[in-house]
């Protein structure tokens, strides 16, 4: 089975802090993804990753970053954080090498971590 | 602008009936479908997807059905256990495979 880990469940920080949320799989996939969820908006993307060191932004790239150094490792990257970016952040991973990004081969979904900023 | 849109938001039933979920999307140029299971404060768990020139896809107790031209899909969960009780989300993949677009989802509870 594949198996997509994220770092915490849930996690507070104060406003600018940076925070770093983690996210880790194990079936050698080649691109990596990471939303935010948030009620009545849905998930949104914020950004992807399709290769080792590459990155692509999503629909909502502002006031993050992202770093993928190893093929099984994507993080995510809150500058300053800010209460507005209080979520549901979720981590998927998917194999598909044959399409940019990913996104036509089924994603696998991590547990999420549910951030609060103060 | 592709848009999903999930009909109902939410439904209660009680255990034993079968069940339709509804997905409709705007743009019928699509790659795939994909309908995920959501359980409460926990990620999304992938349970059929349909390739656009596939009509349905069938999963024990589920089968989806997708219907391209007219922009539709739907969930079927026959049997319905309070084990199913979950959201559930849709999602269309453009015909240029570069995104993947979420609905809102529909909430269903199944009572014993």
């Known amino acids: 089975d594949v198996k997509v880990t994220q770092s915490s469940r849930y996690l507070v920080k104060r406003t600018g802090e940076k925070v770093f949320l983690e996210c880790v799989q194990d079936?050698?996939?080649?691109?990596m993804f990471w939303y935010r969820q948030d009620p009545g908006l849905g998930l949104r993307l914020i950004y992807f990753?399709?290769?080792?060191?590459?990155?692509e932004k999503g629909d909502i790239p502002e006031g993050y970053s992202v770093s993928r150094e190893k093929k099984e490792r994507f993080s995510l990257i809150l500058e300053s954080a800010s209460t507005n970016q209080t979520s549901m952040y979720l981590c998927?991973?998917?194999?598909?090498?044959?399409?940019?990004?990913?996104?036509?081969?089924?994603?696998?979904f991590g547990p999420g971590t549910r951030l609060t900023v103060l | 602008k592709q848009e999903v849109t999930q009909i109902p938001a939410a439904l209660s039933v009680p255990e034993g009936e079968n069940l339709v979920l509804n997905c409709s999307f705007t743009?019928?140029?699509?790659?795939?479908l994909q309908w995920f299971r959501q359980d409460p404060g926990k990620g999304l768990t992938s349970l059929l997807l349909?390739?656009?020139?596939?009509r349905e896809q069938t999963s024990g107790r589920l089968n989806a059905s997708l219907d391209k031209s007219s922009g539709r899909s739907t969930l079927y969960i026959a049997a319905s256990q309070p084990g199913d009780s979950a959201t559930y989300l849709c999602?269309?993949?453009?015909?240029?495979?570069?995104?993947?677009?979420f609905g809102a989802g529909t909430i269903l509870r199944v009572k014993s």
């Open positions: 998927a991973s998917s194999f598909d090498a044959f399409t940019s990004g990913g996104f036509t081969d089924t994603q696998y």
């Open positions: 079936m050698d996939h080649e691109n």
């Open positions: 990753s399709y290769d080792v060191k590459m990155k």
């Open positions: 743009d019928s140029a699509i790659y795939n």
């Open positions: 349909i390739q656009s020139s596939q």
């Open positions: 999602a269309v993949v453009p015909e240029y495979g570069n995104k993947l677009v």
